[in-house]
Nanobody
Framework: QLHFVESGGGLVQPGGSLRLSCEASSLTLDLDFWQIGWFRQAPGKEREGVSCIHSTDGSTYYTDSVKGRFTISRDNAKNTVYLQMNSLKPEDTAVYFC???????????????????WGQGTQVTVSS
């Protein structure tokens, strides 16, 4: 079982920045066992993969709409994954979830989207 505590969401003006954090806890496995991803879901839309990061080698995947603006990173020693979001746009408004998968490539995890465990989500609103 894997549990997440997400934080860092809020209201920001267009062009602003936010940093989301996802702290994970598990009774049996360390965070470096899992591929981790950030996903989002806007009202009336399907959930989409935003960015995913490999469990150990640091390789990353970004959906096209956030490339150059968002950066995913992880600190396995702190069991925490981050999503730095810059140059935010109104269309980035959504509930953002972190999630973990054990047996998927980061590409498949983000594109499908699929995961074994999901967090509760944190709201990000970009509006003037």
């Amino acid at each position: 079982q894997l549990h997440f505590v997400e934080s860092g969401g809020g209201l920001v003006q267009p062009g602003g920045s936010l940093r989301l954090s996802c702290e994970a806890s598990s009774l049996t496995l360390d965070l470096d066992f899992w591929q981790i991803g950030w996903f989002r879901q806007a009202p009336g839309k399907e959930r989409e993969g935003v960015s995913c990061i490999h469990s150990t080698d640091g390789s990353t995947y970004y959906t096209d709409s956030v490339k150059g603006r968002f950066t995913i990173s992880r600190d396995n020693a702190k069991n925490t994954v981050y999503l730095q979001m810059n140059s935010l746009k109104p269309e980035d408004t959504a509930v953002y979830f972190c999630a973990a998968a054990a047996a998927l490539t980061i590409q498949r995890m983000c594109r499908t989207p699929l995961a074994d465990y999901w967090g509760q989500g944190t709201q990000v609103t970009v509006s003037s």
